[in-house]
Structure formats: C-alpha cells, structure tokens
C-alpha cells in the first residue's frame, strides 16, 4: 500500500467515524431531553448531575477496566488538569441547569439555537484557530432552522422570548463544554484513549456537582434530595447516565478528535431535532409543522459543513502529479 493511498483511507475513516460518532451524541443527548424532563419530577436538577455522573463514572471504570486494563484508571497528565476539565464539565451541568431556572423554555430554546456560534467564539479565544470553510454557511442554517422550530413550539406555548436573568448562564454553560472539548484534545496525549479521558474527567467532575449542590442546598435554591425514588426514575435515571452521558460523552470526544470541534457544534443543534423524533415516537408527542420543517433546515446546515470537511478531506487525500507529468516542466 502506497503512502497516498494510506493517507486517503485515513482521511475517509477518520471522516465517517467522526460522522457516526457525532450522529450518535446527538441521538443520545436528544433522547436525555424528554427523560430528564420527567426525572425533574424526582430529582431536582442540582442533585440529579452528580447522581448521573457517578453512574456513568462507574460504567465507565468498567469499561476501561475490561478494556484498556487496570493501569488505565491513573491518569497519565497532571491531576490538576484533570481537574480542571473535570471543572469545566462540572460547570456546564450546573450553569445549564441554573439558567433553565431562570429562564422559560423558548427562550433557552432560541439561546441554545446560537451554540455554533459561541462554540466558534470559544475555539477562537482558546486557540486562535481561524474558522473551517464552510462554517458561517452552515451556522446560518441550522440557527434559521432552529428559529423556526422555535416559532412552531411557542404558537402552542403560552411563553414567548423574555428575559429574566438566565439566558448568559445557558451561553457560558455551552462556552464550558467547548472548552472542555478542546482542552481533553490538547492535554491528554494522543495516544490515550478517549474513553480513559471520558472517564478521568466524569469521574473529577464529581467533588465539584456535590460542591454545587452544597451550595444550592444551603441557599435555599433546592430541597433536600429525594432518596427514594420511584423505579420508573431509577430507569430512567440509569437510561440516562448509561447512554447520554457515558456513551454520549465518549462519542463526542471521539467525534472532536476525528472532525474537529467546528462540525462538532453543528451537530448540537441536531440534539432538539432528535429530542423531537424520539418523543414523537416513544411518548406519543406530535411535532408541529414549524417543527418538522426547522428540523430538515437544521439538518441541512449539519450536511453542508460535513459536505465541505468531506471535499477537504479529499483534496488532501489526492497524491501529488508525477515530477514528469507536471503542467510547470521546461
């Protein structure tokens, strides 16, 4: 096999694993939202991250445990940078949950439509990288195609965009997970695995969801926390830790790796489309019209910047001309 063809394989790989990677986050993250919203019931938000993150830590130890052996639950960086991603995860879990107490749902719906856009800021301040080609194109798309699946959703809502206090708690919460996207690329060596990552920082982020919701617990923000749950929430419960955020979590991190963390926001904004789908079929739910039609312009957008990291793709994969072959020879 040539290096040509080598590097072309790769290139084509790395594309359609990144892809499937993405579409799986998606998938899972949009299947999180109607089953959170029914554990809401039990468990307030504060006291449901940590239980979430120490059941996908533990799945997660088992994982690398079977598969990676014991010498992989130490962490091969420092332990403060581990902690600091572990910070970062932390952080989006409590702003995010913190801004939806301040806010009503349109609104976080039409703040979250803006994620490819804060997650391009956050990638620009952190690494000075220019954006992808392609990208302005796509981000356009899928925010026009969340607005209207937004419109759709408040014509049957009493609740319409307005501020109350919450909005740049959900931004610095999407700004959080960015960073941590980008930092669990660039500090861990290459080598390692991204299910060992995944599970180093689940397993940190932990001291810090308790710290927060020590804090929320003695400010009177939240009760006390319910310890006896009905079995339909420990379903649910495990549903949840299993596949969005331990699964979810490793597929995103695969998907960074492989596509970069541009396309990586795109496909965040397929979360609602999926979240859609999946109630439609599993909780009996009709979508709108608005819906539906801002769902295929989300996917659009996804597409086009895929179409264009596919064609970059190729470029790069084709060899070079033959010294005797090229158009510049005397």
């Given at each position: 096999m040539t290096?040509?063809?080598?590097?072309?394989?790769?290139?084509?790989?790395?594309?359609?694993?990144?892809?499937?990677?993405?579409?799986?986050?998606?998938?899972?993250?949009?299947?999180?939202?109607?089953?959170?919203?029914?554990?809401?019931?039990?468990?307030?938000p504060f006291w449901l991250a940590p239980l979430r993150l120490s059941i996908a830590s533990i799945l997660l130890a088992l994982?690398?445990?079977?598969?990676?052996?014991?010498?992989?639950?130490?962490?091969?960086?420092?332990?403060?940078?581990?902690?600091?991603?572990?910070?970062?995860?932390?952080?989006?879990?409590?702003?995010?949950?913190?801004?939806?107490?301040?806010?009503?749902?349109i609104t976080a719906a039409a703040i979250m439509a803006?994620?490819?856009?804060?997650?391009?800021?956050?990638?620009?301040?952190?690494?000075?990288?220019?954006?992808?080609?392609?990208?302005?194109?796509?981000?356009?798309?899928?925010?026009?195609?969340?607005?209207?699946?937004?419109?759709g959703r408040s014509e049957q809502s009493t609740q319409w965009l307005a501020l109350q206090g919450g909005?740049?708690?959900?931004?610095?919460?999407?700004?959080?997970?960015?960073?941590?996207?980008?930092?669990?690329?660039?500090?861990?060596?290459?080598k390692v695995p991204q299910l060992q990552r995944t599970f180093l920082t689940s397993l940190g982020s932990?001291?810090?969801?308790?710290?927060?919701?020590?804090?929320?617990y003695g400010?009177?923000?939240?009760?006390s926390p319910n310890f006896h749950p009905s079995a339909e929430a420990l379903r649910n419960l495990f549903i949840t830790a299993a596949?969005?955020?331990?699964?979810?979590?490793?597929?995103?991190?695969?998907?960074?790796?492989?596509l970069g963390i541009n396309a990586g926001v795109m496909w965040q904004n397929m979360v609602p489309v999926f979240a859609v789908l999946i109630s439609l079929l599993a909780f009996q739910v009709q979508p709108k019209p608005e819906q539906v039609l801002g769902g295929c312009v989300v996917l659009c957008g996804v597409l086009y910047m895929q179409w264009h990291k596919l064609r970059q793709s190729r470029q790069l994969?084709?060899?070079l001309p033959p010294l005797d072959q090229s158009p510049f020879r005397p």
């Open positions: 290096l040509e063809s080598s590097s072309a394989q790769s290139g084509s790989s790395n594309f359609w694993v990144g892809t499937l990677c993405y579409v799986n986050s998606a998938f899972v993250w949009g299947l999180n939202i109607p089953l959170t919203a029914a554990l809401f019931a039990s468990f307030d994982a690398v445990l079977i598969s990676l052996g014991k010498v992989a639950l130490r962490s091969p960086i420092p332990i403060g940078r581990v902690l600091l991603m572990s910070l970062c995860v932390s952080c989006f879990f409590s702003l995010y949950n913190l801004g939806l107490l301040h806010t009503n749902t803006g994620s490819p856009v804060y997650g391009a800021v956050t990638t620009r301040l952190m690494t000075g990288a220019k954006l992808e080609k392609g990208f302005w194109g796509a981000a356009l798309l899928t925010i026009i195609g969340a607005g209207i699946a937004i419109y909005e740049m708690l959900i931004v610095l919460s999407i700004a959080a997970w960015t960073a941590y996207s980008i930092l669990s690329q660039r500090w861990f060596p290459a932990i001291p810090c969801l308790l710290l927060f919701w020590s804090i929320a400010s009177g923000i939240v009760g596949f969005s955020t331990a699964v979810g979590a490793v597929t995103w991190n695969i998907g960074v790796a492989r994969s084709q060899p």
